[in-house]
């Protein structure tokens, strides 16, 4: 309200949307939410990333109304994201845009999040997937001492016990080319057939 009554709209702004995630974090002992709620959480996400870094950086979310209600895990795509933001990123060098599409196939929801960062080398993409591949068998020790990947491999695990083993995350990028995380989301509640 100090930050409203001095006009200072971009401190103001900036308030709003961390309460935004804020409330959105603490809201809810539920699990379980809709895609809305996730696309709004990363919307205002995306939105102080914007006010933080200016013209460097820009996204695009496009997700049909139909879609909207679909039950999904709670914190699905934020996590995704924000690995986006935190790692694949150089802001000295060209604008930055990560861009999330929502489609509808014969097995479920399509979630893409896609970024025109720095991408990951053949290396690095093989030991992501295999990680994704075998994410129960990492043990407590390995998980506490990767650096990278926590985020997405918990969202991973969350979206197979949501929907089963079939569904999940799959990772393509190629060094200096950005990354594309597509996540598979199944009919596992009757709401959403």
Known sequence: MIALMQH?????GLIYKLARIMSYNLRQNNLVSSLAKEIENCRNYLELC???????????????????????????????????????????????TI???????EKGITVL???????????????????????????GEELSGMRHGI???????RIKIFYGDEYGIDVDSSAGAGSVFTLKLGYGFPENR
């Open 50 to 96: 914007v006010m933080r870094m200016g013209d460097n950086f820009g996204f695009t979310i496009q997700c049909p109304d139909e879609l909207k209600d679909f039950n999904c895990p709670k914190f699905l795509l934020q996590p995704i994201v924000e690995n986006a933001v935190e790692h694949a990123f150089d802001f000295h060098s060209g604008k930055k």
């Open 113 to 139: 999040v896609a970024d025109n960062g720095c991408g990951m080398n053949q290396e690095q993409l093989l030991a992501l997937r295999s990680s994704l591949m075998d994410f129960r068998g990492i043990d």
């Open 151 to 157: 985020g997405i491999l918990n969202v991973h695990e």
């Open 8 to 12: 200072d709209d971009v401190s103001s």
């Open 99 to 105: 861009s999330i599409t929502v489609h509808k196939d």
